[in-house]
């Protein structure tokens, strides 16, 4: 194996990949809904937010982003939450209250918790970082409480660096926030291939890492996408086997 072919950075996505809402997405929002006299399941939820995942898609091609600012990351998840509670036979008339509740409570640190994959690949990426120097990095679409945040929940100090949308005012899958990760591992686009980017989409962190050379992990927990489209892709189902594909990558 080539200088080239070696990895020195590992980029890790938040959202969906370290952290989730507890319970479920769908479960706070069902629960801040009966706070305000609506009942929904979360099984409706679900349905309504597949319902407007095209829209979002077709909005996010398009060149909507939302976590840029925090005026903008309102704007957005408001208006995702008020469809979501109108198709699921919400009031009118409570639809506003709800859906700004929701936003508060998405907001609430509390709300955010470690998967229980996350905690043993952190401590085994430190080791990595103590005796390997493997540089360690985020690079999530969050707004700019997320460094706040890890701190709550002592994870900050497992990385090197934190490449924030909400800081750096570009979202993945856009080019300049990939770019700044790499400089702040210390590498080039012409080096782009001795970093790794690990994340749960496919768009916005398989498709937007691929666009610069960066290698990709699609974590997949509940098989969520079909295998012809994820071609060209290293896909996992648990953060535990990332270890064993940095292993395969270093030679």
């Known amino acids: 194996m080539t200088t080239t072919d070696y990895i020195r950075a590992v980029f890790l996505d938040v959202g969906e990949t370290l952290l989730y809402a507890r319970p479920t997405w769908a479960d706070v929002i069902s629960d801040v809904a009966g706070i305000h006299g ?6 409706a939820l679900i349905a309504a937010e597949r319902r407007i995942a095209p829209v979002i898609a077709s909005r996010f091609r398009d060149g909507e982003r939302h976590t840029t600012s925090l005026e903008k990351s309102q704007s957005h998840w408001t208006w995702r939450y008020s469809e979501m509670l109108g198709l699921c036979g919400v009031p009118e008339r409570l639809i506003p209250s709800i859906a700004k509740a929701c936003h508060t409570r998405f907001n609430d640190f509390d709300t955010w918790v470690l998967f229980e994959d996350a905690r043993p690949l952190l401590d085994e990426l430190d080791r990595r970082r103590r005796q390997d120097g493997l540089i360690v990095g985020v690079v999530s679409n969050w707004e700019e409480w997320l460094e706040p945040l890890l701190i709550h929940r002592d994870l900050a100090r497992h990385f090197d660096f934190l490449v924030v949308s909400g800081v750096v005012q570009s979202e993945k899958p856009d080019e300049a926030i990939f770019d700044a990760a790499l400089a702040r591992a210390g590498l080039t686009r012409s080096q782009s291939n001795q970093a790794m980017h690990v994340g749960d989409s496919l768009t916005a962190d398989v498709e937007g890492a691929r666009a610069l050379g960066i290698r990709t992990v699609l974590l997949d927990r509940d098989v969520r996408y079909p295998p ?24």
Do not use: Q
């Not at 060209?232 to 648990?238: D, E, L, N, P, Q």
């Not at 535990?240 to 990558?249: H, K, N, T, V, Y």
């Open 38 to 43: 609506a009942s929904i399941t979360s099984d």
């Open 228 to 251: 012809e489209r994820t071609s060209g892709t290293a896909v996992i189902r648990s953060l535990a086997e990332l270890p064993r594909l940095i292993d395969e990558a270093r030679g």
